[in-house]
Structures are given as structure tokens and as C-alpha cells.
């Protein structure tokens, strides 16, 4: 048994050197060169804004939309309410008499589904630029299009991101959060600098309206209830369009703050994640779609299998000296006193497994430097919230996800679907 542990923990870590190794080899050799052009024109745009059950954040997402600095005559937003239950419906037309002066529209339709919901917004978008802005994040740049519509500098450029963040923390689990999405944005910006950007998040994601409808819009059966962002940037990724990652502007987002809906939302981005990169499985390893092909595919379809095996590792390493310390005291009628006095504390430096300390040191500086770095492109300090958070998310965020990971596949197996 120990022997099949090793071996599945040396694959892993393998796979984990190789893919840090990869991305710092590209954030040295692959500087990014975004190439943005003159606005001598404004475009119209439009915000669509799909929505279910959102009664809580949607008025003030609707707030931050039309308080965007761009002329009236050239913006549009469109709420689109997806069959709430709620008062969704009844906040966004608050909104709206709040802004009277701006072009906000209210459509009520039956739940479909959010891709369907962003479809239906599509189809009465007037602008020539769409974005989609989740009911539960804000934009705090006013500036914000003016910042990201310059990077629509030629025709294969489909869609540009800005850096997403946590905004309001208001416990641990959210702080912890914090970090991850710094982190994401981190590698996103160096996946950007290869075209291997594998989703489209739904906060403040702009599109060319006229390569959507191209290409079809939204899923609404496949990804009804699962990533509809993930498989557009595929489906986009498949066409040989570019998606474009800047840190120029932040969109703020709500985190979820306690562990239910947290693994909720996990397994929507993991389950969805894999389930469409097994839809798009010809792309894989295919070199006609360039690194995106042969690197990113792959990695999504190991990245979840790496982190359970490391899991169960640790699992395993740390019971079976449970287990042998139980079996030590059974066999003495727990005296635990005599145990005590027969503990050897010889300790030879021939003693120490240092292939592990090294792949482990490794891990470790790298990880600290991709925090760091992260942090210093987000314009944001490592320790906002203090150390405590900090120390939480490189001991124990690890454990969450991977967790997350087992009742992935546990589901994927039971077949049970995901709703929005």
C-alpha cells in the first residue's frame, strides 16, 4: 500500500513542478504586448445583467452600471430577470426609477437558465459591444470602458476581462477567497500572454456582439446549469478567437461566506469545468490550437485527480502513524507511561526523505513569490486582513478545494444534475 502511495505521490508532484515550472518559465520569456487602439469613435454598448434570485445584491449592481462614466446616448443596460422567486424583479425597477435618465430595461421571462437569460439579452442588444455583469458583483471604476474597449485593437480579439476581486469580506472563508481569485488573476494574465484563457467570468466580461451571435450565443442545454463562461471562452478558443486579460480596471464580486454554498459553487465550476473540457476533447493535445491545445486542456482535466491524490497522500501519511501508535498501545493495554519511556529520539541525517524537502521547498518558494506577485499586479497588499488569513489559506484552502474535488466525481458518477 505504501509503495502505491508513493508512486501516485511522485506523479503529482511531478505534474505540480511541471505546471510551476511552466508558468514562471512564461511570466520570464513571454512578456505581454497588448496592443490598444485610439477610441476616435465610441461604440454603443450594452450591459446585460441575467438574474436569478438576486433580490439582495442586484440594485446595487444596477447602481454601479449607471454610474458608468460613458455618454448616455451610447450605453444600454438590460436586466434580465430568469423566473425569480424572490424580489429580484421588484429591486432592479428601483433601479431604474433611481436612473431614470439612463437606458435600463427590465425583461421577466421563465427560468431557462443564465446562458439562456444573457441570449435573451443579446437578441435586444443594441450595441455593438456586450457585456455580461453578474446581479452579485459591482464595478467600481467608473472609467472602466474606457480602460477596456481599446483592447479591441484587431478582429480576432472576441472578448476582454478585467481583474477580478472579492469585494466586502466578512469572515475568514471569504478572506481566504481573497487570495485565491488574486492568485487566478495572476495566472490568467500569464495565460493571456499564450492565448490559453479557458473562461470568460461572468462579472464584467465585454464581447463582441457580433462574434457571439457568430458562433451561436450561450449554450442554454449543455451548460443550463452549470459554466456557461467556461464554454463560451472554449467554443471562442475552437474558433480561433483571442480572449484578452487586463489588470487595468478591478470588478468587485461577492464571495460565498459559508461553507454550503460555498461547495455549491464549486461544484458548478469544477463539475462544469470538466464536463466541457470533455465536450471540447478533440481540442486536446491538438497543436492546430497552439499551447491552448496542448497544455491548458490537459491541465484541466488532471488538475482536479492531482489535488485528490495529494489529498488522500497526506490522509494516508499522517493516519498510519495513528494507527501504528494505536496498535503500540493495544499491545501494552495502553500504558501509556511505559510507551513513553521506550521512545527512541536517535535521529540520522540518513533519516530524511530529501528528494520530498526539495520538491517541497520548491513548491513553497514558489508558491510565496506567485502570491506576492499576484498581489503587487492587483495593486494589493498580501497581509489587508492580517496574518491569520494568510496562514489559513496556505495550510488549509488546499484541503477545501480538494475536498470539493472528491464530491465532484462522487456526483459525476451518481449523475446528479446542477441547478443555477
Given at each position: ?40 469613435e465610441l461604440p454603443k454598448v450594452t450591459i446585460i445583467v441575467p438574474a436569478y434570485n438576486e433580490e439582495i445584491g ?346 470539493g474535488w472528491v464530491v465532484i466525481y462522487y456526483e459525476l458518477i451518481r449523475k446528479k444534475e446542477m441547478k443555477w
Amino acid at each position: 500500500m505504501e509503495q502505491l502511495v508513493e508512486y501516485v505521490l511522485w506523479a503529482t508532484y511531478f505534474f505540480s513542478l511541471f505546471f510551476v515550472i511552466f508558468w514562471l518559465t512564461t511570466f520570464i520569456t513571454e512578456r505581454e504586448v497588448k496592443t490598444k487602439k485610439r477610441l476616435n469613435e465610441l461604440p454603443k454598448v450594452t450591459i446585460i445583467v441575467p438574474a436569478y434570485n438576486e433580490e439582495i445584491g442586484i440594485k446595487d449592481t444596477l447602481r454601479s452600471l449607471a454610474k458608468l462614466d460613458y455618454p448616455r446616448d451610447r450605453l444600454e443596460i438590460i436586466a434580465v430577470n430568469d423566473g425569480s422567486k424572490d424580489q429580484t424583479a421588484a429591486r432592479a425597477r428601483e433601479a431604474i426609477e433611481e436612473f431614470n435618465g439612463t437606458d435600463i430595461k427590465l425583461i421577466n421571462q421563465e427560468n431557462k437558465g443564465k446562458g439562456a437569460a444573457m441570449n435573451t439579452g443579446i437578441r435586444q442588444a443594441k450595441g455593438d459591444y456586450v457585456v455580461c455583469m453578474d446581479a452579485d458583483s459591482i464595478i467600481p471604476d467608473k472609467k472602466a470602458l474606457y480602460k477596456m474597449l481599446p483592447y479591441f485593437s484587431s478582429e480576432d480579439i472576441a472578448a476582454v476581462l478585467p481583474c477580478l476581486k472579492v469585494g466586502e469580506t466578512k469572515n475568514l472563508l471569504q478572506k481566504m477567497q481573497r487570495y485565491e481569485y488574486l492568485v487566478n488573476m495572476f495566472y490568467k494574465e500569464l495565460m493571456g500572454r499564450l492565448d490559453c484563457i479557458k473562461v470568460t467570468p461572468g462579472p464584467f466580461a465585454i464581447y463582441r456582439k457580433d462574434v457571439l451571435l457568430k458562433i451561436g450565443g450561450f449554450d442554454e442545454v449543455f451548460n443550463r446549469h452549470l459554466t456557461e463562461d467556461l464554454e463560451i471562452a472554449l467554443r471562442l478558443q475552437k474558433n480561433n478567437y483571442r480572449i484578452v486579460q487586463t489588470m487595468e480596471t478591478d470588478v468587485l464580486t461577492i464571495p460565498p461566506d459559508n461553507l454550503k454554498e460555498f461547495y455549491q459553487q464549486r461544484k458548478r465550476w469544477y463539475k462544469g469545468g470538466f464536463l466541457n473540457t470533455l465536450r471540447y476533447k478533440k481540442m486536446i493535445l491538438d497543436r492546430k490550437f497552439g499551447d491552448f491545445g496542448l497544455f491548458e486542456m490537459p491541465t484541466t482535466l488532471v488538475s482536479g485527480f492531482i489535488m485528490i491524490a495529494l489529498l488522500f497522500s497526506m490522509i494516508y501519511y499522517l493516519a498510519k502513524p495513528a494507527f501504528q501508535t494505536w496498535a503500540k498501545l493495544s499491545s501494552i493495554n495502553f500504558d501509556i507511561w511505559t510507551l513513553l519511556k521506550k521512545i527512541s529520539w536517535d535521529i540520522s541525517a540518513l533519516d530524511f526523505h530529501y528528494s520530498l524537502i526539495f520538491v517541497g521547498i520548491v513548491m513553497a518558494c514558489a508558491s510565496i513569490f506567485v502570491i506576492k506577485r499576484s498581489h503587487a499586479m492587483a495593486k494589493e497588499k498580501v497581509f489587508r486582513y492580517g496574518a491569520v488569513p494568510f496562514i489559513f489559506y496556505i495550510a488549509m484552502y488546499f484541503i477545501l478545494l480538494a475536498v470539493g474535488w472528491v464530491v465532484i466525481y462522487y456526483e459525476l458518477i451518481r449523475k446528479k444534475e446542477m441547478k443555477w
